[in-house]
């Protein structure tokens, strides 16, 4: 019976070691899902971060593009009163003309008797407010 036994001894060797290959496998996979949760953690901190930096970087676009508008707006608003004044400018540069061209065809009895031109007239109630 010693055969047999031997053998008993040497398959209870074996499940010991096979134990101890389980038990190091059950504290490695321990291990491992701990890493595992910590580098989730870290990856939902990181995604986080990104998200931050992310609306950040969109909020920085936001105020440029606003503050190109406001720009833009004041640009726009300074073309449009340059514009009325030159359009008064050339309307009143026109009626100037007009003016000097009657004074220059009145005829003498019209300048003695102090007529003024219709083109002078329309001057005055235009431009002299």
Avoid: W
């Avoid at 038990?23 to 971060?49: H, I, P, T, W, Y």
């Avoid at 931050?52 to 970087?57: D, G, S, Y």
């Avoid at 008797?113 to 002078?120: H, T």
Wanted: glycine share 4%.
């Amino acid at each position: 019976m010693s055969e047999l036994e031997d053998e008993i001894e040497i398959l209870k060797g074996e499940i010991r070691k096979r134990d101890k290959i389980i038990d190091d496998l059950r504290l490695e996979l321990a291990e491992c899902r701990g890493r595992v949760k910590e580098l989730r953690s870290e990856n939902r901190s990181l995604q986080d971060e990104v998200n931050r930096l992310t609306v950040l970087k969109l909020d920085l676009k936001l105020r440029d593009v606003q503050r190109l508008e406001d720009e833009n707006n004041r640009l726009e608003h300074r073309i449009e009163i340059t514009k009325g004044l030159l359009d008064e400018a050339r309307e009143r540069l026109d009626v100037l003309e007009r003016v000097v061209e009657e004074f220059r065809c009145q005829g003498f009895a019209d300048r003695v008797r102090g007529r003024k031109p219709e083109s002078l007239i329309y001057y005055d109630e235009r431009f002299r407010k």
